[in-house]
């Protein structure tokens, strides 16, 4: 998706990672019918991110 950081809808700028992967807010992908992938993909991202900090910390940890 070629949107350069702005809904490809509504152009409001988009900072939510699962936002900037579709190319669309959410508001604009509830109005487009794809609110569930859109949500599907923000708890996937937010799960990675928890898994991805989790893991650095356990890195900083076992090194001090």
Known sequence: VWHEGACSRC????????SIEIGHGPDCAHVLGIYAEWKALDTKLGADL???????????????
């Open 11 to 18: 152009g409001h700028k988009l900072s939510v990672p699962a």
């Open 50 to 64: 928890v898994a991805y900090a989790e893991a650095l910390n356990a890195e900083r940890d076992s090194a001090a």
